[in-house]
């Protein structure tokens, strides 16, 4: 089992930046990819990006591109989530989540972590 917890969220005006962090903890050897996951009230859950910690390789979704940054401090198990010139539309709660496989593919992502909110105000 892996065990993920997220931090970092919270309240925001518009054009601002928060740092999302997810901590993994357990059997983080099956944790090569780690994402990030939001979903927004009455929406569907969408897939933010994630990172896979045997090549480096990053995937951000086209519409955070040049926006978000995801990176990774392999030694604490640690994923961070940079989100810079924030808009109303990334208000979500956020979810990390980890496991092995392809990086859209949803059942790659096994665990997942309770999630934090981001709230960003006009």
């Known amino acids: 089992q892996v065990q993920l917890v997220e931090s970092g969220g919270g309240l925001v005006q518009a054009g601002g930046s928060l740092r999302l962090s997810c901590v993994a903890s357990?059997?983080?050897?099956?944790?090569?990819?780690m994402g990030w996951f939001r979903q927004a009230p009455g929406k569907e859950r969408e897939f933010v990006g994630a990172?896979?910690?045997?090549?480096?390789?990053?995937y951000l979704t086209d519409s955070v591109k040049g926006r978000f940054t995801i990176s990774r401090d392999n030694a604490k198990n640690t994923v961070f989530l940079q989100m810079n010139s924030l808009e109303p539309e990334d208000t979500a709660v956020y979810y990390c989540?980890?496991?092995?496989?392809?990086?859209?593919?949803?059942?790659?992502?096994?665990?997942w972590g309770q999630g934090t909110q981001v709230t960003v105000s006009s």
């Open positions: 989540a980890a496991g092995s496989g392809s990086f859209r593919e949803s059942a790659t992502y096994v665990y």
């Open positions: 357990g059997r983080t050897f099956s944790s090569d990819v």
């Open positions: 990172n896979r910690r045997s090549s480096g390789s990053t």
